[in-house]
């Protein structure tokens, strides 16, 4: 049995099922919608054995829906995105996707690898942002279902031509999505290249856990006591500071919005690196959230040494979203798994280079609970 409940929550509009206990996981593929160029563009559905599913596209290997139980049962779809293909085509801030080769910042575009220099796009001037306009958020990857038998899977893979977005070498990469029958959303990325090259791979969902109008009162919690400061572009300065006394500490649970007020700038909020350990390649929690409305409770766990929180601040209400809802500012909020931010031209910061026959492999979990 299906009902369907649409509710006005803070001038968005919510929707949530509720359904009762499918037996098993499964794995559903449908069209999403078909590129000018005539490739169609498909959809994998993720369902557990508890109701929940995630539905992740063909084009940037994007992660569209997550429909997570509250503490009543009702299911709501918890990250922000569009109901059609064309708004994931069009201009947009990287909703869902796979972002790569190299996430975040670099800083004026260039670095120098063995002696050579590479140009790349600045399509966030002054520097270059999550690799350029055509990264691969951008692009379409091939995927097959893959069976378990606690979750449902799909892997995505993409041969990124020596030279794409101004990058060294052929780099073959792979993100897995799994959701387990315990509400785990669980990220795997690999790669592979021909010669040496920087590789930083992350999921840019933006998460609403309420779908309310906008995130401030979600309690976050972040085990990190030193973030990396940043200058008037975000580029880190290459310090790495305590959280301690400003603004930034959420070593205990704080509403994300508590200190908003206190990050200044153009137009300010959080959009920080912070440090999570010098164990890179080991599990840890990076992060807690919880919306004690609907009672959900969200944790982060990665292999990465870093985590970039963003509190949504460039949204600005010109981008209408799925089921007609206008996405203003703070509508979602980022917790980016990742290297540092133009680690690539800070040789303190823990190296993105690969390097044959390295394999890049990292892991990040999205672990959904109610309380």
Request: with cysteine; glycine share 10%.
């Amino acid at each position: 049995m299906l009902a369907i409940l649409i509710c006005i929550a803070g001038g968005a509009v919510w929707a949530a099922n509720r359904h009762e206990s499918s037996s098993e996981a499964a794995v559903e593929t449908g069209k999403f919608g078909t590129l000018e160029d005539g490739t169609v563009i498909d959809l994998y559905i993720l369902k557990n054995a508890k109701g929940s599913s995630a539905k992740i596209i063909t084009y940037g290997a994007t992660l569209t829906e997550l429909w997570i139980p509250d503490r009543f049962g009702r299911l709501g779809d918890v990250v922000l995105g569009f109901d059609n293909l064309q708004g994931y085509t069009g201009k947009h801030p990287w909703f869902g996707a796979t972002v790569g080769r190299v996430a975040n910042r670099i800083a004026k575009g260039k670095f120098t690898l063995d002696g050579k220099e590479y140009s790349l796009e600045i399509n966030d001037p002054p520097n270059n942002l999550h690799s350029g306009s055509r990264d691969l958020s951008r692009v379409v990857w091939k995927a097959e279902p893959v069976h378990e038998r606690n979750g449902a899977a799909v892997r995505f893979s993409y041969a990124s031509p020596d030279g794409d977005e101004g990058f060294p070498g052929r780099l073959l990469v792979t993100v897995l999505y799994r959701l387990t029958n315990s509400h785990e959303l669980q990220l795997e990325y690999t790669a592979k290249t021909d010669k040496a090259t920087p590789v930083n791979l992350t999921n840019h969902s933006y998460f609403n856990l309420d779908g309310d109008k906008n995130i401030l009162s979600e309690l976050l919690q972040l085990n990190a006591k030193k973030y990396t400061p940043v200058d008037a572009t975000l580029i880190p300065t290459g310090e790495i500071s305590a959280v301690e006394g400003t603004p930034l500490d959420f070593t205990r649970p704080v509403a994300i919005g508590a200190h908003i007020a206190g990050m200044q700038g153009d137009p300010g909020g959080y959009d920080h690196n912070f440090v999570l350990s010098s164990e890179s390649g080991k599990f840890k929690l990076a992060a807690r959230v919880f919306d004690s409305s609907s009672g959900r409770q969200m944790e982060v766990w990665t292999t990465e040494p870093g985590v970039q929180f963003y509190s949504g601040n460039f949204l600005d209400g010109t981008i209408t979203g799925k089921r007609g809802v206008v996405y203003g500012k703070h509508s979602g909020f980022c917790l980016e798994t990742q290297h540092f931010p133009n680690a690539v031209n800070q040789p303190m910061f823990p190296s993105v280079i690969l390097r044959p026959p390295s394999i890049y492999s990292t892991q990040t979990i999205f672990k959904f609970s109610i309380r």
